[in-house]
């Protein structure tokens, strides 16, 4: 795997801000930010599942939708896409498609990550398209931002009657 450089650590800072917009819905907390092979930012997106009732609205297909109608085709050559988790089965088959030339991913997830993790579609060497992957970058944090929000829905809603609910 290729180490992070200084403009992957700035995508994925980015993603991380982005993912924080999904606390708003109650969506689980993933950014995706699609850049040009320039540098130059082509969309950005959060989960959105909750938001819209819909099970594929991830951040990294919602992402590709707009960087597609940004460019004007679903080929996103050159393109790098940070996302702040290790992109799940759908994604990884979303992104090969869309021919993203990179992908930057921060947390690793080892449920259901198909970039290293359980599955690796991304490298997978009987695919026509595979991307270069960069995993773990800013790492800690994008965890972080999981763990919280995970912790928040285990605990729930304080109990009628309770002295928290009070």
């Known amino acids: 795997m290729t180490r992070p450089s200084a403009v992957d650590e700035a995508a994925l800072g980015r993603a991380l801000t982005v993912a924080r917009e999904a606390a708003a819905t109650g969506?689980?907390?993933?950014?995706?930010?699609?850049?040009?092979?320039?540098?130059?930012e082509l969309a950005a997106a959060c989960n959105a599942r909750e938001a819209l009732g819909d099970p594929t609205a991830h951040?990294?297909?919602?992402?590709?939708?707009?960087?597609?109608?940004?460019?004007?085709?679903w080929r996103l050559d050159g393109s790098t896409l940070a996302v702040t988790v290790e992109p799940c089965t759908m994604c990884a088959g979303a992104i090969g498609l869309a021919r993203v030339s990179r992908v930057v991913f921060g947390a690793w997830e080892p449920k259901t990550g198909a970039a290293g993790?359980?599955?690796?579609?991304?490298?997978?060497?009987?695919?026509?398209?595979?991307?270069?992957?960069?995993?773990?970058?800013?790492?800690?944090?994008?965890?972080?931002l999981l763990q919280g929000f995970f912790a928040g829905h285990r605990a729930g809603p304080p109990a009628p009657g309770s002295a928290e609910a009070v």
């Open 117 to 144: 993790s359980l599955w690796d579609v991304l490298r997978d060497r009987r695919l026509a398209h595979r991307p270069e992957v960069v995993g773990g970058v800013r790492a800690s944090e994008a965890a972080g």
């Open 59 to 73: 951040a990294e297909v919602l992402a590709l939708r707009a960087a597609a109608a940004v460019v004007g085709s």
């Open 27 to 40: 969506d689980v907390p993933i950014g995706a930010v699609l850049l040009a092979a320039d540098g130059t």
